[in-house]
Nanobody, 115 residues
Framework: QVQLVESGGGFMQPGGSLRLSCAAS????????MGWYRQAPGKQRELVAT???????NYADSVKGRFTISRDNAKNTVYLQMNSLKPEDTAVYYC?????????WGKGTLVTVSS
């Protein structure tokens, strides 16, 4: 079994920054890609950013140039640095980890951007 625990969410004013972390534990041998998704109220869950085990990244157009995904393979942790936050970034952010047989989701961390 795999557990993903997110942290770092909270309240921030527009233009501010937050850093999310997601630590994987349990039977974590063979992690492939990891990523962040988000779900705003009344909307479907959407991809924010992904990163392969080799460090190749992919971003949603809405966050390019503002968010940076990174990972520490030794710590089985993925990060999301979010800069220049906008009110439309308000959502529950979910961590995802892809394994050979299946993927796992974290429980999510709430990010609220408001003045």
């Amino acid at each position: 079994q795999v557990q993903l625990v997110e942290s770092g969410g909270g309240f921030m004013q527009p233009g501010g920054s937050l850093r999310l972390s997601c630590a994987a534990s349990g039977s974590i041998f063979g992690i492939n890609g990891m990523g962040w998704y988000r779900q705003a109220p009344g909307k479907q869950r959407e991809l924010v950013a992904t990163i392969t085990s080799g460090g190749i990244t992919n971003y949603a157009d809405s966050v390019k140039g503002r968010f940076t995904i990174s990972r520490d393979n030794a710590k089985n942790t993925v990060y999301l640095q979010m800069n220049s936050l906008k009110p439309e970034d308000t959502a529950v952010y979910y961590c995802y980890a892809d394994f050979p047989k299946r993927g796992y989701w974290g429980k999510g961390t709430l990010v609220t951007v408001s003045s």
